[in-house]
């Protein structure tokens, strides 16, 4: 009996060893993976794709640049210095231009994508974030999380209109435009704010029930919901935004940070920092399940979605405990 025992054991933790390392899982599959100008063993944050010119915008947070990937040959464009801290990055394609939140000295830089460098730096508050663009408005609204505020850009102008103060740090936002609100999670209070875009003044807040530290946020406007990651206690949270109230609470792995989307697919991704992406599918608006944790390596904070390829992208930091810098690239194995 002892020996069967451990010889299942054995084959439990081969298993396991197996899966950790394993390059697909159930709803991803590893298809490339390419170095980034670094330096190694520093954290990335926000990612986000350009639709028009196939880029995609890496913030490179503890190296102070943000890289221009061309998402056709996975080369590396450019590498713009001057983002000092870079958290958030947020593109306005009808200017040709993209928005960095940076943490390092407090500011929000303006990148032109046609010369590849910072042409403006705005001052704003503390600890800019994560930022999302409202483009009938022409705004652009940045998370200042330390500042517990909400700074409003005017991309024509490139000034700071309007900053809204809050009782609490604030997480990512999110433009919805269907409804034309702007979301912004208040994560000390575990509430989720909307504002409206067209006076900029505050149109509701609403608790977010067991989610605690509502950081993370993306949305599927069709349907009229947001899926939030929820820091303080690893739950993917889905909240109604016809009723106000969240209506599913799911397990995530230890660390969620960065969630996204792919309406494609109606698959939610959240890159958690414990060594996992967590998958959940939307069977229909009000139905969820959790489809896995995918495993990749430890200090995965962030990912981003190609909504026509349905490719997922998440750069790395370190590989089995050693420094890397590198863009890791996983095609969604579909029907898992």
């Given at each position: 009996m002892q020996k069967r025992i451990l010889i299942a054991g054995f084959i439990a933790l081969s298993g396991a060893m197996a899966l950790a390392a394993s390059p697909g899982g159930l709803t991803l599959k590893k298809v490339a993976e390419f170095d980034l100008p670094g330096p190694p063993g520093k954290r990335f944050d926000y990612l986000t794709i350009t639709p028009d010119d196939h880029y995609l915008l890496s913030a490179h947070l503890a190296a102070g640049q943000t890289y221009v990937i061309d998402l056709r040959t996975n080369k590396i464009v450019a590498t713009v210095t001057d983002t000092p801290g870079a958290e958030g990055v947020e593109y306005v394609p009808e200017l040709k231009k993209a928005y960095t939140s940076n943490a390092g000295d407090n500011t929000i830089g303006v990148l032109d994508l046609r010369q590849m460098r910072v042409v403006k730096k705005i001052p704003t508050e503390a600890k800019p974030d994560g930022s999302a663009y409202a483009a009938p408005f022409h705004k652009l609204y940045v998370s200042d999380e330390r500042g517990k505020a909400?700074?409003?850009?005017?991309?024509?102008?490139?000034?700071?209109?309007?900053?809204?103060?809050?009782?609490?740090?604030?997480?990512?936002?999110?433009?919805?435009?269907?409804?034309?609100?702007?979301?912004?999670?208040?994560?000390?209070?575990?509430?989720?704010?909307?504002?409206?875009?067209?006076?900029?003044?505050?149109?509701?807040?609403?608790?977010?029930?067991?989610?605690?530290?509502?950081?993370?946020?993306?949305?599927?406007?069709?349907?009229?919901?947001?899926?939030?990651?929820?820091?303080?206690?690893?739950?993917?949270?889905?909240?109604?935004?016809?009723?106000?109230?969240?209506?599913?609470?799911?397990?995530?792995?230890?660390?969620?940070?960065?969630?996204?989307?792919?309406?494609?697919?109606?698959?939610?991704?959240?890159?958690?920092?414990?060594?996992?992406?967590?998958?959940?599918?939307?069977?229909?608006?009000?139905?969820?399940?959790?489809?896995?944790?995918?495993?990749?390596?430890?200090?995965?904070?962030?990912?981003?979605?190609?909504?026509?390829?349905?490719?997922?992208?998440?750069?790395?930091?370190?590989?089995?405990?050693k420094a890397v810098a590198r863009m890791v690239v996983y095609d969604a194995v579909i029907n898992p």
């Open positions: 909400e700074a409003i850009v005017d991309v024509r102008t490139d000034n700071i209109v309007k900053t809204l103060h809050f009782d609490s740090e604030t997480g990512m936002p999110q433009y919805d435009p269907v409804a034309q609100r702007v979301y912004v999670n208040l994560q000390d209070k575990n509430i989720f704010a909307v504002i409206d875009p067209a006076t900029d003044e505050v149109a509701g807040r609403y608790p977010v029930g067991r989610c605690a530290g509502n950081h993370g946020m993306t949305l599927d406007p069709e349907h009229h919901r947001a899926f939030l990651a929820c820091e303080g206690n690893d739950l993917m949270t889905v909240f109604n935004l016809d009723t106000h109230q969240p209506i599913a609470f799911l397990p995530v792995a230890g660390g969620p940070d960065v969630i996204k989307f792919d309406s494609g697919l109606r698959r939610i991704y959240v890159a958690c920092s414990s060594g996992a992406i967590s998958v959940f599918q939307m069977d229909d608006p009000d139905h969820y399940r959790k489809l896995e944790d995918f495993p990749v390596q430890k200090k995965v904070h962030t990912l981003a979605v190609d909504p026509d390829t349905h490719r997922v992208y998440a750069p790395e930091q370190e590989a089995d405990g």
